[in-house]
């Protein structure tokens, strides 16, 4: 229901985008997130965005990542500039929908490693 694209290997300070494609009943989505996990540690949400563009950060992100929705396309990107090494994570991308009835479904992409170096 989506798939994810976009990660791969750069240097500290360098860039990359994310993208992420809604599918079937994902597509009916009211809000799309990036998560990412580190090995040992919690996932941790870096940016979401409702359907009508409104973004939010985490801390860890603000001023460098910028996240962005492209509805007619059913796609979310993830701008990432200034990498750290400490943004070297698995991230996957998430969508939430709510039902008539309230109840929310989540569905997930697969991971997509981004690995930064010195």
């Known amino acids: 229901q989506l798939q994810a694209s976009g990660g791969g290997s750069v240097q500290a300070g360098g860039s990359l985008r994310l993208s992420c494609t809604a599918a079937?009943?994902?597509?009916?989505?009211?809000?799309m997130g990036w998560f990412r996990r580190v090995p040992g540690k919690s996932r941790e949400l870096v940016a979401a965005?409702?359907?009508?563009?409104?973004?939010s950060y985490a801390r860890s992100a603000k001023g460098r990542f910028t996240i962005s929705i492209d509805i007619s396309k059913y796609t979310m990107y993830l701008q990432m500039n200034s990498l750290k090494l400490e943004d070297t994570a698995v991230y996957y991308c998430n969508a939430e929908r709510r039902t008539g009835n309230g109840e929310s479904v989540d569905y997930w992409g697969q991971g997509t490693q981004v690995a930064v170096s010195s």
């Open positions: 079937g009943s994902a597509r009916g989505f009211n809000v």
């Open positions: 965005i409702t359907r009508g563009g409104t973004p």
